[in-house]
């Protein structure tokens, strides 16, 4: 305990974005409009695949689901983000805390996991076309898709089993906007180095270690059509190229977060807004304003709604 006098927490202050009035309204339109452009984004995606017959492949399958995994994304920490521009006084509730961090390491366990499937998807569609629709048939796909949540729910679950009893007596400002692994431990009113060393290995060194796993799978992946034929290269690193800028969007934040061993608050909270807004916003873009069969799936889907809408 740090004090005798001290009261055991049961909430907690999140210091935000700003404290500047003038900034507040600012910041609130802009993330508003981020954030529920992703939304839209990532919902019209997955309507599309849905909804369109000639997208009901591995591929879009996939892309569907990281749709879906993005919504959450945004949804875990962006909403209480922008309504708590408006207060004064931003508080959450020790449980709200607890129940925000294991959706929000669940949702991340599990895109970790999604991204390595896509990259198998790719590797199996460009380096054994005329096996791709036998080893990435549908079920194998779904098996795939579970399996991503299994682990990121057990991902989640194995950081917060440690921290969820964590005394709380003193300092209970989080100088975030929203909560998150390792200043929540280092609020707690004990000795916290193996927790927070644990929270690195599961999340940081897994992160990195996942990243460098996918680049070399796509240099692999290069490097095999290299060989096989010099003119599919461009066309395999065009296909490629919007997984690689995911990776990098969603890898990067993370690594820092979790390995950088010098806090910085600004850096931490521009890397946390573009985790939680910008990517899941870029990511509808990187993917489907790049891809012409989704391009057309969109007009048509778009279209169809828009003549259900006319009046008769």
């Not at 599990?110 to 380096?127: G, K, P, Q, W």
């Not at 992160?207 to 461009?234: D, E, K």
């Not at 985790?275 to 391009?295: A, C, G, H, Q, W």
Request: proline share 4%; aromatic share 14%; with cysteine.
């Amino acid at each position: 305990m740090r004090g005798g006098n001290q009261s055991v927490v049961s909430e907690f202050v999140l210091l935000g974005l700003t404290t500047s009035l003038e900034m507040q309204p600012v910041l609130c339109l802009v993330f508003s409009v981020f954030y529920v452009s992703g939304i839209l984004g990532n919902l019209f995606i997955v309507l599309t695949v849905v909804s369109d017959s000639h997208l009901h492949s591995p591929m879009y399958f996939l892309l569907a689901n990281l749709s879906f995994i993005d919504i959450w994304v945004s949804s875990s920490a962006a909403p209480k983000m922008i309504s708590d521009l408006f207060k004064e006084r931003k508080v959450i509730s020790l449980q709200g805390c607890i129940v925000q961090m294991f959706f929000i390491h669940v949702i991340g366990g599990t895109e970790m996991v999604l991204l390595i499937v896509m990259a198998l998807d790719r590797y199996v569609a460009i380096c054994r076309p005329l096996h791709y629709l036998t080893i990435m048939n549908f079920r194998i796909c779904g098996l795939l898709v579970v399996t991503a949540w299994t682990i990121g729910i057990i991902h989640s679950l194995i950081q917060l089993v440690f921290v969820v009893n964590l005394p709380f007596c003193g300092s209970n400002e989080v100088d975030s906007f929203y909560c998150d692994l390792p200043r929540f431990i280092r609020l707690a009113c004990k000795n916290t180095y193996r927790l927070e060393l644990m929270v690195t290995a599961n999340s940081g060194f897994i992160s990195l270690g996942t990243f460098f796993i996918l680049i070399m799978s796509y240099i692999f992946i290069l490097v095999t059509v290299r060989q096989h034929s010099s003119n599919g290269l461009s066309k395999a690193f065009s296909t490629l190229s919007a997984h690689i800028t995911v990776v990098v969007l969603f890898f990067g934040p993370c690594i820092f977060v979790y390995l950088w061993p010098f806090p910085t608050v600004p850096v931490d909270k521009f890397l946390a807004i573009f985790d939680v807004i910008i990517t899941p916003f870029l990511n509808p873009t990187i993917y489907s304003f790049r891809n012409k069969e989704m391009k057309v799936a969109m007009r048509r889907l778009l279209s169809q709604i828009l003549s259900f809408r006319k009046p008769f």
